[in-house]
């Protein structure tokens, strides 16, 4: 069945300080990958998503590459700010069942 | 603001009861997704409404339902709470189809927590 695997926490940066939260999945089609973010007390929101092998989807300066070959879709900021702080979710959707299997979170904390 | 909603915002009950928890999809998304967050169990994947219609079954108890009406909102009935159910459950939206090519994007609604005692 599918799966994604991420990071374990908590991530605890500086401001300016370089992010990057490893994401790898399992899947047995071509799925789709998503960042989604959680804020403290809020729901989750779509931070970017990439559908197919190479793309790069970006946001609000952060990217994920879609990389088939690892199978990974890592997600990287050049520069944190205080308020990126929140739990990341790395999730999939494979093509014959839309629901989104989600990796277990990682939490960022950026201190100023 | 994603355009999904939920209702209500928290919910307070005791073991055995039953609740309904609401959400309304983004205008024009057909399909409804029900999630639900627990600190053990991660964000799982309930059910999938398309229309109306029931589409996919994930890890949903048999004491708990869903149904999607006409006008597209969606419940989530949950019966005979146990402690275990309290958690986060949130309600997601996908338009299925947007011009004509095949997306996946999910929008989230805020959710609803619900803590049995």
């Known amino acids: 069945g599918n799966s994604v695997t991420q990071m374990e926490g908590p991530v605890t940066l500086s401001e300016e300080a370089f992010l990057t939260i490893n994401c790898t999945y399992t899947?047995?089609?071509?799925?789709?990958l998503f960042w989604y973010v959680q804020y403290p007390g809020e729901g989750l929101q779509l931070l970017l998503k990439?559908?197919?092998?190479?793309d790069k989807g970006s946001n609000k300066g952060f990217e994920a590459t879609y990389r088939k070959e690892t199978t990974s879709f890592h997600l990287e900021k050049g520069s944190v700010q205080v308020s990126d702080s929140a739990v990341y979710f790395c999730?999939?959707?494979?093509?014959?069942?839309?629901?989104?299997?989600f990796g277990s979170g990682t939490q960022l904390t950026v201190l100023p | 603001d994603s355009g999904v909603t939920q209702t209500p915002k928290h919910l307070i009950t005791a073991t055995g009861q039953r609740v309904t928890l609401r959400c309304s999809p983004r205008?024009?998304?057909?399909?409804v997704y029900w999630y639900q967050q627990s600190l053990d169990q991660g964000l799982q994947f309930l059910i999938q409404?398309?229309?109306?219609?029931?589409?996919a079954k994930g890890n949903i108890l048999e004491r708990f339902s869903a149904q999607q009406f006409p006008d597209l909102h969606s419940e989530l009935n949950l019966s005979s709470l146990e402690l275990g159910d309290s958690a986060l459950y949130f309600c997601?939206?996908?338009?299925?189809?947007?011009?004509?090519?095949?997306?996946?994007?999910?929008?989230f609604g805020p959710g609803t927590r619900l803590t049995v005692l």
């Open positions: 990439a559908t197919k092998a190479d």
């Open positions: 999730a999939l959707s494979d093509g014959s069942a839309r629901q989104l299997t």
């Open positions: 997601a939206s996908s338009v299925h189809h947007e011009q004509g090519v095949r997306t996946d994007t999910q929008y």
């Open positions: 205008s024009g998304d057909l399909s």
């Open positions: 899947a047995t089609g071509y799925p789709s």
């Open positions: 409404y398309y229309n109306g219609e029931e589409r």
